[in-house]
């Protein structure tokens, strides 16, 4: 049965209750979809009982993106848990996790440079703040986290090696609509026919993709193809790069063996979508 709590405490009781057992955790902001699930699943896979958090975290928005109407569900999400195999979700108040007083942060200096880091400056500073004080609250086994948001990911891989924190963080591959839409809750947002359109952003990365697999290696055709599926829609791109799959250092040219992402972020309308694929020439 699903065990729903709100403050740090009550945490603490659950996990001091687990004796010994294997515990995966599964931090959200919210308004769950499949993907959210897949992590779920994959948590209860990899350990015996799986704590999801849900917690729109203030400190990751900038002062001019969608706090105030970031999508919501909480009666929905706790019945998505369940189905997934979660026995625990932590929703706490803003208050609780950013109490008066409340003064330190956590950086990640190299991998949260760039990309989206360079579009949403402070952005991971919070995303690293959060992250942190759930891991050293539930001291997990294991994290689980959505390739989807590919420099979160390795954000906040580095963290947890850096400050030892005893967790294997764990990224599970994207999911997707049919028709190759990367799976977001921000999709909510988009209009029926920005939704029609939303495709073309996946649909320039995996061609990218099978250009890499076909053995092209210059980045600039690489970055050329993606830009071209934008370009047939009312996409207004935020960044299209190539880098280093580990440094995210961005690169001029493929180099077999060496694992590479293509990352994508455009914005549709109001609406800023991200994607990300692998590239191993």
């Known amino acids: 049965m699903l065990q729903t709590v709100t403050t740090p405490a009550e945490v ?8 010994g057992k294997r515990l995966a955790l599964v931090p959200t ?48 999400d706790l019945r998505k848990c369940a189905e997934a195999g ?30 989206d880091g360079a579009s949403r400056p402070g952005h991971f500073r919070g995303v690293a703040t959060v992250v942190t004080k759930l891991l050293a609250l539930f001291r997990p086994h294991v994290a689980l986290f959505g390739e989807k948001d590919y420099q979160q990911l390795q954000v906040i891989g580095a963290l ?17 609509d049919e028709d190759g839409l990367a799976m977001s809750s921000r999709n909510t947002y988009l209009s029926p026919q920005e ?38 829609g009312p996409w207004k791109e935020d960044f299209v790069e190539v880098v280093d799959a580990v440094t995210l250092e961005p690169l001029a040219q493929l180099t077999p063996g060496r ?9 549709l309308g109001k609406t800023r979508l991200i994607d990300n694929v692998a590239l191993e020439p």
């Open 12 to 19: 603490r009781a659950f996990t001091a209750g687990l004796s």
């Open 259 to 267: 694992p590479a992402r293509a990352l994508a972020a455009a914005f």
């Open 86 to 115: 979660a026995v625990l979700v932590y929703a706490p108040q803003v208050a609780t996790v950013y109490p008066p007083g409340f003064q330190t942060s956590v950086d990640v200096e190299r991998v949260s440079k760039g990309l």
């Open 29 to 76: 902001m919210g308004f769950l979809h499949a993907g959210h699930q897949a992590l779920i699943a994959e948590g209860a896979r990899r350990a015996d009982a799986v704590a999801v958090s849900i917690f729109v975290n203030p400190t990751q928005f900038g002062p001019t993106e969608d706090l105030a109407r970031y999508p919501k569900d909480l009666d929905g």
């Open 195 to 232: 939704r029609a359109q939303a495709p073309m952003l996946s649909g320039g990365l995996m061609a990218a993709e099978a250009l890499v697999q076909a053995g092209e290696l210059d980045v600039g055709q690489i970055k050329k193809i993606i830009r071209h599926a934008l370009r047939e």
């Open 160 to 176: 947890a090696r850096d400050l030892e924190l005893g967790v294997e963080i764990v990224g599970v591959p994207t999911v997707r």
